[in-house]
């Protein structure tokens, strides 16, 4: 977790998250701070110990973290395509081989739509399964003019 650690204490991803923060200050909809980041985290890391998944923890975190990235440089360019060049851009500099950046990149490029719940095979499906699981919306005040259809809401807790 020591690469991880350091990436999310650096200058350059703090900066970001605080453009995200501040693009977020009103939003009445699902927020995507550090809040829901732990979120997919623990929710993703719960999934692969429970399927007895081989996916390794750091990468979860990282990906986690980095998966909604993206949405600091919207609406310039869609959040999954702007927190992939974003990944490529920073894992570099903290050790992360070739191949965890394109595993993290094709995960972030691929975290959004339909999750699911009975079947997370890989560290994509378990962060897009745990991304839609994070969201309470049977605790939203804004619930009902989201544009999540009731069908795709969480009214019961998964994890």
Do not use: Q
């Amino acid at each position: 977790m020591k690469r991880f650690n350091r990436l999310i204490s650096s200058k350059k991803y703090k900066a970001t998250m605080d453009i995200i923060s501040k693009k977020e200050k009103d939003r009445i909809y699902c927020c995507h701070g550090y809040e829901h980041l732990f979120s997919v985290a623990r929710i993703s890391s719960l999934i692969v110990c429970e399927k007895r998944l081989n996916v390794d923890k750091e990468l979860i975190y990282v990906t986690s973290f980095l998966h909604d990235i993206g949405r600091a440089f919207e609406p310039e360019l869609p959040h999954d395509l702007a927190g992939a060049d974003f990944a490529r851009e920073i894992m570099p500099e903290y050790g992360f081989s070739n191949e965890e950046i394109k595993l993290v990149t094709d995960t972030i490029l691929n975290h959004r739509g339909r999750a699911d719940l009975e079947k997370p095979t890989n560290l994509m499906s378990v962060i897009k399964l745990a991304d839609k699981l994070s969201r309470n919306c049977f605790l939203c005040a804004a619930k009902d003019s989201c544009k999540w259809t009731n069908e795709e809401k969480n009214y019961e807790v998964f994890y």
